[in-house]
Every structure is written in C-alpha cells, then in structure tokens.
C-alpha cells in the first residue's frame, strides 16, 4: 500500500455511495474556511444525506464523469471529482474540482487525487481536456497543477470580491489528454 509523506497508508479509489456522509462532512468543513471556494458558508444548504447520494449515483451511472476518493489508513479525508460538459461541442472537456479535510494537506492527498483522475481521463476516450478554475491567491494548488502538467489557459480578472472588499482573479487551467 502506497504512503504520503507522514508515513499514513492510503489509498485512491471510487467513491462508493457509503462515502456519501463523510464527502458532506468534508465538504462543510473545508467551505466554512473561506479562504479557496467560490461558495460562503452562508450558501451552502444542509444538503439531505438522500440528496448527495442521488449525486453519487448520477456520476457513478455516467461514463464521463467520476468522483475519486482519498483515505488514510481506511478513513475518507478528501475527493476529487470530474464534471463532463452536456453540449455536444463541449462533450469531449469537463472540469475538476477537489477538496481535502485541513488535517490531510500537505503530505499528497492532491497530488495523487490528479494522478487518479488523470489516469482515467487518459483511459477514456471521450475525454480530451480536464480544465478547473483556482484562485489566483492559491499558489499552493497553482503550483501542483503546473507540476501536473496543466497549462494557464486564461485569466478572469477580478472575478471573486471577497467580505474585506478584496478582488481575486480566477485562473483557469487545463490539461490535454
């Protein structure tokens, strides 16, 4: 079994829709820090358990969309998931989004939920380009997906204004496979 750098076992697998609970509980958490997704606190619904487990399903039944899951020493603690686009002109690209829990960053968790993710959008022969949007203040993730080969395809600028009035520019990566 592969290890991150603190020595934690882990494995990249498919979401099951027994995850559903704990990919909620992940996904508040990492929400009501604020600082990385387009999302407040404030917006985001209690979702019903019923309802993120039709959302597992809908990606789980749909052979250009996944949701990959990380856990440490047999516990969920992140997820990587990839969108496909529904125009026929746009059906061959969809976008990632990712999340892992505050104790798990910073030993890997992401680099190896891109390499999942990746491998199977290589393996797919529907998908041609994985694309994902990052604050441009997130030059920890901006460097991981350079590393990963993503490419700057385009900026928006000021696109995110934050409580304290700031403005944040979207940068929007890509990677061809």
Known sequence: ?????????????????????????????????????IVVSEEVEKTPLHKEKERIQSILDNI????????????VVGSIEFRSQSRKRLSHTGSVSMSVSKKHRGIGIGKAHLKG??????????????????????Q???????????????????????????????VLMCKFV
Do not use: C, H
């Open 140 to 170: 920890r993730a901006i460097s991981l997906y350079k590393q990963m080969g993503f490419l700057e395809e385009g900026r928006l600028m000021k696109e995110y204004k934050l409580n304290n009035g700031e403005y944040i520019d979207d």
């Open 64 to 75: 250009k969309e996944t949701l990959i899951v990380a856990e440490v020493n047999g516990v």
């Open 1 to 37: 079994m592969p290890v991150f750098k603190d020595n934690a076992e882990y494995t990249i697998r498919n979401v099951k829709l027994e995850d559903a609970e704990v990919l909620l509980d992940i996904g508040r958490s990492v929400i009501s820090e604020g600082e990385y997704f």
């Open 117 to 138: 993710l990746l491998g199977w959008a290589e393996e797919n022969p529907l998908i041609e380009k994985v694309s994902l949007g990052v604050f441009s203040t997130n």
